[in-house]
Nanobody, 112 residues
Framework: EVQFVESGGGLVQAGGSLRLSCAAS????????SGWFRQAPGKEREGDSC????????YHGDSAKGRFTIYRDADGNTMYLQMNALEPDDTAVYYC?????WGQGTQVTVSL
């Protein structure tokens, strides 16, 4: 059974940093397109940062460029999202995704 467990969310002041983690069981992020999505209150879920289907190239949404970095650990079982210079507009539930699987989400709240 594939399972993703996210952690690292929380409350942070604007300008601060957080690192989200997504630990997978029964799955290796190296083998699939994967990434982080976010859903702000009242909005649709949107892609934030991801690996391509080759699982090599990375892409970042416009709001994430220059501030967020997606990476994996050496064994490919944990995926991270390093978020710097956080802004109140980054407040959302962040979900990790790989192939057809989703994590449960972790709340990120950025205060002024």
């Amino acid at each position: 059974e594939v399972q993703f467990v996210e952690s690292g969310g929380g409350l942070v002041q604007a300008g601060g940093s957080l690192r989200l983690s997504c630990a997978a069981s029964g799955f290796t992020f190296d083998d699939y397109a994967s990434g982080w999505f976010r859903q702000a209150p009242g909005k649709e879920r949107e892609g934030d940062s991801c690996y391509s289907s080759s699982a090599v190239d990375t892409y970042h949404g416009d709001s994430a460029k220059g501030r967020f970095t997606i990476y994996r650990d050496a064994d490919g079982n944990t995926m991270y999202l390093q978020m710097n210079a956080l802004e109140p507009d980054d407040t959302a539930v962040y979900y990790c995704h790989g192939d057809v699987y989703w994590g449960q989400g972790t709340q990120v709240t950025v205060s002024l």
